[in-house]
């Protein structure tokens, strides 16, 4: 299958390679992490702002054309050499750096070693990017301090380790090369402690930066430029002999779920439209705000990782859900368009406030008819215009006497509903009232406002007179919220 491309806006003529010369400290932008890379093509420097999430592409003075971030061509005269880095011989230099053909100024953050007798120079962004954080998911983790229990927790018991993620934790990083990472930093304290390190270094010095504290030699394939006197490591090809501690680990996702077949049909399909651009390419948005739950990932370098040992890893599934694989003439169709724009930006964008509890899809536990919709929700969440999606699960307000409708047909349990905060990659909110039918014909109910609301008052109300009407939507009360704007 022919991969596809990943590509960004860009600047120069087509077909014709541009050398990317230089990878700037990373900055906050709009509350994003960014970078700026800067490609030279005949004589003229170029500086394109990316989302910190495209370091993975980027190989210093590599050639790059046409905004194909995916490929990308080495210099001549570069040799491809194994190297063994002693912890002890390792020193941090920096000094500044005019960058060419660009009148800004940054600082060149590297360590010196010898190997063989030969001096190396190995940028501290390789390190970053190659051995530390070679995912999109750890990259945005060095800039957190102690954010690690928001997305799973660790327990080790008898020789087994375990991690409990949370549904914050995209279920793409379950897939074996990314567990396999996430363990060797996790099990090996040394290189732990470099990791966490490095976000303490951002808070306050606004910088990257970190001690070479490895304990333990690191081996890797570079690609090296040879230079006067030393040599310069322009990419690390391939991390080797890297150590797991534990042989045994076991993981739980709320998204590991047992599958049952069912002989029922499905309740829906979605299906996407093919795209009639001819151009297959994904292309880099830095405008969009984040990347959400159940975006496709990008495909980033080909960088190999070798372990000396491989864990056996068990996937606990507590939950079951149903596998119907029929429809019926009363299965519902969606259709959305093929979108090929993407981000490597992070899950959530600048708006979802870490730290703070949010009620997200894969957390409900519903049954019935909001179980469907909660499904439904799920769908709309995969579609690139959705920035996010949070939902809460509410009783009715029961008002004054008694109110039939604030039951279920068993008057004894209370009818639940769902509100969904749908926010838009262009800033729209959508608030989306469902309410559990039981059998009974309700709408669904779409609130947006130009102005700033107070939602929660809203919310009650419209809840409150559904429950006085008997389970209607009445002009009257409608109109109530309309004159709000």
């Known amino acids: 299958m022919k991969k596809r491309q990943i590509k960004i806006s860009w600047p120069f003529p087509d077909n014709e390679d541009a050398q990317l010369i230089w990878i700037s400290t990373p900055f906050r932008y709009n509350n994003k992490m960014m970078i700026h890379a800067y490609f030279r093509l005949k004589g003229e420097t170029k500086k394109i702002r990316l989302d910190w999430g495209s370091l993975p592409f980027l190989a210093i003075q590599h050639y790059y054309q046409n905004g194909v971030l995916s490929a990308s061509k080495p210099p001549k005269d570069l040799k491809d050499i194994e190297i063994t880095i002693n912890p002890s011989a390792v020193h941090y230099y920096e000094k500044e750096w005019a960058i060419q053909g660009s009148p800004d100024i940054d600082i060149s953050q590297s360590y010196n070693f010898t190997f063989q007798n030969q001096k190396i120079v190995l940028p501290l962004i390789e390190v970053i990017r190659s051995v530390l954080a070679p995912n999109v998911f750890l990259l945005y983790r060095l800039f957190e301090s102690n954010s690690f229990p928001q997305y799973f927790t660790e327990s080790a018991d008898a020789g087994m380790f375990h991690l409990d993620f949370s549904s914050q934790y995209e279920l793409t990083y379950t897939r074996p090369e990314y567990l396999y990472q996430l363990l060797w930093l996790l099990t090996n304290q040394d290189v732990r402690q470099v990791y966490e390190n490095i976000a303490f270094a951002w808070i306050q010095t606004n910088s990257i930066k970190f001690d ?5 030699p690191i081996t890797i394939t570079a690609r090296v430029k040879e230079n006067r006197g030393y040599l310069t490591i322009l990419q690390i090809l391939k991390v080797k002999n890297k150590q797991i501690t534990y042989q045994r680990v076991s993981i739980s996702h709320p998204e590991l779920q047992l599958r049952e077949k069912s002989n029922q049909p499905k309740k829906y ?25 159940g975006m496709e990932l990008v495909q980033m370098n080909q960088q190999k990782h070798e372990y000396i040992t491989i864990p056996t890893i068990k996937k606990l599934k507590r939950h079951t859900t149903k596998e119907r694989n029929q429809i019926d ?11 090929n724009i993407r981000s490597t930006a992070d899950v959530g964008g600048s708006r979802l406030t870490r730290g703070l509890e949010h009620q997200m899809l894969q957390d409900i536990q519903v049954q019935g008819d909001l179980k469907d919709f909660i499904n439904l929700l799920k769908v709309l969440e995969s579609n690139q215009e959705v920035l996010s999606i949070r939902v809460a699960v509410k009783e009715l307000p029961q008002g004054v006497g008694k109110r039939k409708f604030a039951k279920l047909n068993d008057g004894i349990t209370d009818r639940k509903c769902i509100i969904a905060s749908v926010k838009m990659q262009q800033g729209e909110l959508y608030k989306v009232i469902e309410v559990e039918r039981e059998h009974k014909s309700l709408s669904t109910m779409i609130l947006s406002s130009y102005k700033n609301q107070n939602w929660e008052e809203i919310h009650y109300q419209l809840l409150l007179n559904l429950v006085r009407d008997s389970g209607s939507w009445t002009s009257q009360s409608l109109n109530g919220i309309k004159n709000k704007g």
């Open 212 to 216: 070479w504290d490895f304990k333990q």
């Open 269 to 293: 399909t979605f299906h996407r439209l093919s795209s009639s651009n001819k151009d297959d390419a994904l292309l880099l948005d830095q405008q969009v705000d984040g990347s959400h739950q």
């Open 329 to 339: 003439e009363n299965t519902k169709k969606y259709f959305g368009n093929t979108d």
